[in-house]
Structures are given as structure tokens and as C-alpha cells.
């Protein structure tokens, strides 16, 4: 576990790496990495109201709306008060910021930019394993045997706002929902921003960043 408590969160489009650069983060910094994704299967697999409720949304493959996917995060947010952590995920609308300002507000925030041909092309090729939540890309990183999942051998689909007439529309929406969320964060002074087409060459300056908040418990050559 890191030595310093620090919250984080890490900011991005669909398609912009950000899970990404939140596994190097949690493996260079011993953070606990909370991905909304995760943390909403979860609670899809455990039941009750809220999964239930959410469940509705996820089966026809649309966004869970704030006040269902801000009650799950809160609540797994709770159970760690005095805790490091690192948010993937969220918060993605200002509502879910001034939720989580309630448990407690981010110490450092990094914002991802990426262009949108980019974000477009990478979205585009994108399937899912819908159980786990793994993520292959089918021009860099396909799946052993196409269409099925590496570990399970289960079927991938397309999530119906990673089609490519959707796509668009998606990104559109995001950024308009973030835009406040992103001005709040740089209005504290909390928010770094960082841009590039390329995860491999945005991780150095991310890395760098973190290491004058807290010591790595891995160096930046074993990712």
C-alpha cells in the first residue's frame, strides 16, 4: 500500500486508454484501483435494489444514468473511508463530482485528451467480454481466437455505442457532460491535463507526476 493516503482520480473519453494507464498507476503505486465497470458488475452479481435497478440499463447496453451508478460507487467508497484509492470511471458528470465531495474530494486528478480520429478508430474495433469486462481491440489488441475470449473461450460482442455511427454521438456526449467536472477539478488546482494519440508515450509524464506524491513500490521500467 502506498505510504501517503491519496485519492485519484484519472478523467477520459471512451477509447482513450484510461483503463490502461489506471492498471499502471495501481501496480506502480499499490493504489486500489476502483473501476466503476467493476464495481457495477459486482453489484449486477450480488442483486439487490440498486443492482437490480441497474441491471435494466446494462442489458440493453446503455449508460447507467447517475443517481443508479453514483449510489453503487458511493456506497463501495464508504466502506474504505481512511483509505487510498484510485477512481476509473468516476466521476463522468458534475452530479457524480458533488457526490463524491461528500465522502471525500480528490487529491490529484489527471485528465486524459486524445484526438477524436483517434478515440473514433480505437472505439470502432472495440469488443467486450461482457461477464469480466475485458477489452480487446481488433487492430492491436485482438483475442486469441477471434470473437472469443481469451480465459473463458465466451463470446465477445460490440457494445451498441462502440458501432461506428454511435460513436460520435458518444463522444459528443461525454464531453459535454465532463466539461464542468474538468473546470471544477482545475478551479481547486487539482487537475493535470495530458495529451497524445499513444498511451505508451502519455504513461512517462503520468508516471512522473505521481512519483511527487508518493514513492512507487515498482519502478517505471517493469511496466
Not at 446494462?58 to 484509492?85: F, N, S
Request: proline fraction near 7%.
Amino acid at each position: 500500500m502506498a505510504s501517503k493516503v491519496l485519492r485519484a482520480v484519472v478523467l477520459g473519453p471512451p477509447g482513450s486508454g484510461k483503463g490502461t494507464v489506471c492498471e499502471r498507476i495501481a501496480r506502480s503505486f499499490g493504489l486500489q484501483r476502483l473501476s466503476s465497470g467493476r464495481v457495477l458488475r459486482e453489484s449486477l452479481r450480488a442483486g439487490g435494489e440498486v443492482g437490480v435497478l441497474a441491471k435494466q440499463y446494462v442489458e440493453r447496453g446503455l449508460l447507467v444514468p447517475d443517481h443508479v451508478i453514483t449510489r453503487v460507487v458511493t456506497a463501495e467508497l464508504e466502506k474504505r473511508q481512511g483509505q487510498a484509492w484510485l477512481l476509473d470511471g468516476f466521476p463522468r458528470t458534475l452530479g457524480q463530482a458533488k457526490a463524491l465531495d461528500r465522502i471525500c474530494e480528490p487529491d490529484l486528478v489527471i485528465s486524459l485528451h486524445v484526438p477524436f480520429e483517434t478515440l473514433k478508430d480505437r472505439l470502432s474495433a472495440r469488443w467486450v467480454h461482457p461477464a469480466s469486462g475485458r477489452v480487446y481491440n481488433m487492430d492491436f489488441n485482438p483475442p486469441h481466437v477471434h470473437g472469443l475470449d481469451d480465459l473463458t473461450g465466451e463470446p465477445l460482442v460490440q457494445r451498441e455505442d462502440d458501432r461506428p455511427e454511435a460513436v460520435a454521438a458518444r463522444l459528443r456526449k461525454y464531453k459535454d457532460a465532463v466539461k464542468p467536472v474538468i473546470e471544477l477539478y482545475r478551479s481547486r488546482g487539482v487537475l493535470h491535463s495530458f495529451s497524445g494519440t499513444e498511451t505508451n508515450k502519455i504513461w512517462p509524464y503520468v508516471y512522473a507526476l505521481l512519483c511527487h506524491r508518493i514513492p512507487p513500490v515498482h519502478a517505471e521500467e517493469e511496466n
